[in-house]
């Protein structure tokens, strides 16, 4: 596969506690450089990170990151914030928590907020939800498959990259048979190979959160 499209959906990725400006400055250089589908950066950096790239790279940050149990009321502000300060895209993390306790509604309700958030501020404005795939059973990735077809989202994501574990295959493999028409598939955490990144394209996958990648090609050459 054309490494030139496998970085085009990447979302370069730096979200570690200690990430500096310094290397946020760097990981937006390489995305321009590289032409990747985004930075995804932590919200105090978008601000900044905006003002350094204008409009040659899209922004993204998280909300509710990386647990997900904040209020609704606090991951709304975060968005109407980071969406203020410069965000184009918004990977936002459900209360996990809620819907292992079988509130469905709350954690589509939850979802719709913070979509409709998104609209109040700009129309374009992607969200994508995490759902951390590592700590769900099937029958619950299946039921968050239906619940952000029905909120409006653009995506379902795998996982934070915090938690025991990432995107698997099979993961991507489900969403794709129960996602509805319009809802795409974003692979995160873990993605250390252009071989890893072609396999959840082909099963999917049209968005990958990772940091490898760029960092591969830039070995390589």
Known sequence: MDIDKILSICDHTLLKQEATWEQIRQLCDDAIKYHTASVCIPPCYVEDAKKYVGDKMKICTVIGFPNGNMTTD???????????????????????GRLKS?????????????????????????????????????????EMCHIVTESGADYIKTSTGFS????????????????????????????????????F?????????TSRIVKIVKEQK
């Open 102 to 142: 079988r509130d469905t509604e709350y954690v589509k309700n939850e979802i719709v907020r913070i979509k409709n958030a998104c609209k109040a501020k700009r129309d374009d404005i992607i969200l994508k939800v995490i759902i951390e795939t590592c700590l769900l059973t099937d029958e619950e990735k299946i």
């Open 164 to 199: 025991t574990s990432g995107a698997t295959f099979e993961d991507v493999e489900l969403f794709a048979k129960h996602v509805g028409p319009g809802v795409k598939i974003k692979a995160a955490g873990g993605i250390g190979s252009i071989e890893d990144a072609e396999k």
């Open 201 to 209: 394209m082909e099963l999917g996958a049209s968005r990958l959160g």
């Open 74 to 96: 606090a991951k709304v502000f975060e968005t109407k914030d980071a969406i203020e300060k410069g965000a184009d895209e918004i990977d936002m993390v459900i209360n996990i």
